[in-house]
């Protein structure tokens, strides 16, 4: 809602946000482990540990939200359960439990302003995720193309989720806001070169 200067008061908050995130955007877009997903040919093999990745981050990361506002308005996207379901249909649910693979730690939210700049990024995701899924249909092997849920996404109600998370940030302060979604780019781009790490001993990252 613009107020009457003509103002939307989240365009601080949008500026803030993407200021603080443009750098890490680009280089997940570019990781090893996640670039594939945009290529014309997606292998499997690629393609599950892209999964695997991105469930390290999401199933905590969903909890740690949700426990902190669980009335939140929209609802937080749980993409996790979406996740553990394409990881078992490639057969590889047991790598999400294994120890050898880590999962995310970092702190959870400790304001409002927080969880805006850290739900951000998982909004960010889904907004991705449809870019990706489109390309899906045609790169995937035919074996995998019931491993989709992810990109899929829930089924939309009412309002664009991306606009409504707008109003979630209402009375958020952009700055915390953007630290918090800063960092959480930060750990989890720090937790997929681990995942890429111990699957590719000894290659270089473009980025090391």
């Not at 999964?51 to 949700?66: F, S």
Request: neutral net charge; aromatic residues 6%; hydrophobic residues 45%.
């Amino acid at each position: 809602m613009e107020n009457d200067g003509g103002h939307d008061p989240a365009d601080g908050l949008r500026q803030a946000l993407r200021a603080a995130t443009r750098a890490a955007h680009h280089r997940a877009d570019h990781h090893p482990l996640l670039a594939p997903l945009l290529g014309r040919r997606v292998a499997a093999g690629a393609y599950g540990d892209a999964l695997v990745a991105l469930h390290a981050l999401h199933a905590p990361l969903e909890a740690r939200l949700a426990a902190f506002l669980p009335e939140a308005a929209p609802p937080l996207p749980c993409r996790a359960r979406a996740l553990a379901h394409d990881i078992a249909r490639l057969g590889r649910l047991a790598e999400t439990r294994a120890a050898i693979w880590p999962t995310w730690d970092g702190a959870g939210p400790d304001s409002r302003s927080a969880y805006v700049g850290m739900r951000y990024v998982l909004e960010g995701s889904a907004q991705g995720g449809r870019v990706i899924r489109r390309l899906l249909d045609s790169s995937l092997p035919a074996a995998c193309r019931a491993a989709t849920a992810f990109f899929d996404g829930p089924p939309e109600v009412g309002d664009d989720p991306w606009n409504g998370f707008w109003s979630l940030g209402a009375g958020a302060d952009p700055a915390a806001a953007a630290a918090a979604a800063r960092r959480l780019f930060d750990e989890a781009l720090a937790l997929w070169d681990a995942h890429f790490d111990r699957r590719q001993p000894g290659r270089r990252r473009a980025d090391s």
